[in-house]
């Protein structure tokens, strides 16, 4: 690669950088649901974990299936291709558990790893196409419902009013 490409992004690149995140998610909230105590958490976290791990088998299937066909090959360059280079860096960053164990702290730990992750899906829905982007886009919507249901947490948490709903999620 030279040095002003930083990132060759393919659907088979995306989908690879998609099962990290997933694999990521998934043992930071299997690991933090055997830390913590309160019920209502722990049910949370057992939702968060078993969505990545649905993810994970969706992002899997598409790349068993494209991976026999050709991908189209966008080479992102210059400060485009270094803001994606660094925002996958920075969605595959290690999760760690907070010692002591906190509520607080994973709750944001868990936002920003799910805001990190849906903005990462959001810039790189332009290099997909057909199977792939109605994945990642469906995942997307997924993600967002994440989110949601994490800040709904912390309000109640919080004490603060219940928000309007958007919409819904599951």
Partial sequence: MSDSAHMVHSAQTALDVAISIEQRGRDFYLK???????????????FLAAEEE??????????DKL?????????????YGK????????VLRPLKIPEPF?????????????????????????????DAL?????????????ILRLIDYRN?????????KIGTYT
């Fill in 156 to 164: 109640q948490q919080e004490k603060r009013p219940k928000r309007e």
């Fill in 67 to 79: 991976s026999g066909g050709a991908f189209q090959e966008v080479e992102l360059v210059g400060g």
């Fill in 32 to 46: 933090a649901k055997d830390q913590a105590r309160e019920p209502q958490l722990l049910s949370l976290l057992a």
């Fill in 102 to 130: 906190s509520n607080e702290v994973c709750l944001e730990m868990a936002l920003r790893f799910e805001k990190d992750t849906l903005m990462f899906f959001t810039e790189i829905k332009a290099s997909l196409q057909d």
């Fill in 134 to 146: 109605k994945i990642v886009e469906q995942i997307c919507g997924e993600e967002k419902n994440h």
């Fill in 54 to 63: 649905r993810h994970l088998g969706l992002y899997r299937q598409l790349l």
């Fill in 83 to 90: 803001f994606i280079q660094a925002l996958s860096d920075e």
